[in-house]
């Protein structure tokens, strides 16, 4: 098994770009988007479902039937009884479990730190800002468009918090949850960047 370091974020706070230059600076796979291909992958449903449902708590099964979803022998079709949600994080769950057991990893949310907490080398971040910085960083260095983009980011995160919260039991954000919590507008990418990796030696 690998070493592992999961990073829960909220939007705008620069936590991709943080897991990347963490996980090219140590050698580490690193996983964001790169999980829903796998996961598609692994249970034969189209990538473009894990990406709609991504996530989610909440979802309507049987207008998955009508995107086409299903094959022949795949993981959803041999889930009965659970929502169509519960079966895409099981799927993501396993994907998340393999890829911390082929070798190190830097894992970007999808509450891999609940996913992995019976790994022994596993060190769980949350990087957050507060809301006029991560509006600033969406705006000049995503390019969003800065017109409502507050109110977006507050409904990005309120998804992400209902997610977390309903698959861990714990609280998304809350410094008990994780290892390590860091503001990102306060000390720069780079210095949360040198503090995980103090974290993880």
């Known amino acids: 098994m690998g070493k592992v370091i999961t990073l829960g974020r909220q939007f705008g706070s620069g936590g991709r770009e943080i897991g990347k230059i ?10 964001d988007k790169e999980l829903i291909n796998k996961a598609a992958e692994a249970s034969g449903i189209h990538r473009d479902f894990f990406e709609n449902n991504e996530e989610s708590v909440t979802g309507n099964f049987f207008h998955a039937l009508t995107l086409g979803i299903y094959r022949n022998n795949n993981r959803l079709a041999e889930m009965n009884d659970i929502s169509i949600n519960d079966k895409v994080f099981l799927i993501q769950s396993d994907v998340i479990k393999k890829a911390a057991e082929e070798g190190d990893a830097v894992i970007v949310g999808r509450c891999a730190d609940y996913v992995l907490r019976n790994h022994k080398d596993c060190h769980n971040v949350f990087i957050h800002s507060d809301i006029e910085e991560r509006v600033r960083r969406a705006t000049e260095e995503y390019g969003l468009d800065p017109d409502g983009l507050k109110e977006t980011i507050i409904k990005i995160d309120r998804k ?10 714990k609280k998304w954000g809350k410094a008990v949850s994780y290892h390590m919590t860091l503001d990102s507008g306060v ?12 974290l993880v030696k």
């Open 187 to 198: 000390l720069g990418i780079r210095k949360c960047v040198d503090l995980i990796k103090e």
């Open 22 to 31: 963490l996980a090219d600076e140590l050698g580490f796979a690193f996983y």
């Open 160 to 169: 992400r918090s209902s997610y977390y919260n309903y698959y861990s039991g």
